[in-house]
């Protein structure tokens, strides 16, 4: 499997908050930030490319910024030196450093006094920060700023709460060994794509892909490369479809995909690209030869998937059946729509 990160920390909380992220508790948390330094305000910030978004906001008068409002990515406030530095950051009193002329939080809000730290998500990248700012200078304690970085611990872990979830969630789906679904989430994946096809009126087709003689194969290069040849075809079958169409593994050596067409030779176009990219695979050499059967159903919303599975099931096994006929005369070989290529 890949280890991309998966859960998307581009997109603001706000804009899709996350069920396991209890708001509620955080701005708990952020208001007693700002009771326990006196400050006038305090934040939970987060960062994207599009810039700096206030998450949670002390709910205080004094405080000039409500939750959800954006700062761009280019303004010198106090919260960009911390992503841009990975560092928590105490100003005291930002009229002594000249740096902080050209932050509109101080030369047009009038705080003077600021300390954050970084917030980051479980894989390292920086979430944002969490911080408290005032209109007077201060002099914060070393116990105050051990305080923040303890909160700062408390906020993570629900982050990583986020990044724990969404990795079992994809584990549960996702068959480890050709990094496309398992039947579980083939299943329940295809059941969505049928609905939404249904509902604007686009159609599908079912593709079941099964390797021929796979058996053989793990008998006689043993079953690293037998894993190896799965692995091929989980990823040949990935890349000639689009990403949007849903690819599973649904036994051993039996793939399935649910592709979306306008017209009906597309599905004939995908199953040659197939075929295509698998003769490409054995002319590397790296593998040994191998072909693989493909049936063809057209999806019937009427139906259920497993119905129409076994539908591209059948024609699968009519296609093997062809190939079976066709090794014994091998005139007809061309036409029986199967490819067998030897490196
Ligand atoms: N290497 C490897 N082999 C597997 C895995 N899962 C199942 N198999 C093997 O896949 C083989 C499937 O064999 P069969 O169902 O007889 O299919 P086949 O040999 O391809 O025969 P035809 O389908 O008739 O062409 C069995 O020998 C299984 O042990 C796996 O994850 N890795």
Request: with cysteine; net charge negative; glycine share 6%.
């Amino acid at each position: 499997m890949s280890n991309k990160t998966v859960f998307n920390t581009d997109i603001f909380l706000l804009d899709e908050p996350n069920e396991l992220i209890s708001t509620e508790k955080w701005q708990k948390t952020v208001d007693l930030l700002a009771r326990l330094f006196e400050a006038p305000a305090g934040f939970l910030v987060q960062y994207t490319d599009k810039g700096f978004q206030v998450t949670i906001s002390s709910s205080q008068e004094t405080n000039p910024y409500p939750a959800g409002i954006i700062i761009g990515p280019e303004v010198n406030i106090f919260c960009r030196r911390i992503v841009e530095t990975r560092q928590e950051l105490y100003v005291s009193n930002a009229l002594v450093d000249t740096c902080w002329d050209s932050n509109p939080e101080v030369h047009i809000d009038g705080f003077r006094s600021y300390l954050g730290v970084p917030i980051f998500w479980p894989n390292g990248d920086p979430f944002g920060t969490f911080c408290v700012m005032d209109y007077k200078k201060t002099d914060y304690k070393s116990t105050y700023l051990e305080l923040i970085r303890h909160l700062k611990d408390i906020l993570e872990s629900d982050l990583s709460l986020i990044g724990a979830y969404a990795e079992m969630k994809t584990l549960a789906i996702t068959d480890p060994l050709s990094g496309v679904h398992n039947r579980r989430g083939f299943m329940v994946l295809a059941e969505q794509r049928i609905k939404l096809a249904k509902r604007t009126d686009t159609s599908l087709g079912a593709f079941y892909l099964d390797i021929d003689h796979f058996k053989a194969i793990n008998d006689e290069y043993g079953h690293g490369v037998g894993d190896e040849v799965i692995r091929c075809v989980g990823s040949v079958l990935t890349q000639c479809v689009r990403q949007s169409d849903v690819v599973g593994r649904i036994g051993g050596d039996e793939f399935v995909a649910l592709v979306m067409f306008d017209e009906k030779e597309a599905l004939q176009v995908v199953k040659k690209r197939i075929i295509t990219a698998i003769a490409a695979r054995n002319q590397q050499g790296n593998l040994p030869s191998f072909t693989v059967s493909i049936g063809i159903a057209e999806i019937n919303y009427e139906d259920s998937i497993s119905t129409q599975l076994d539908m591209a099931d059948k024609d699968m096994l009519q296609r093997k059946a062809e190939l079976a006929k066709s090794l014994k005369s091998p005139e007809t070989e061309a036409s029986s729509g199967k490819t067998r290529c030897e490196s």
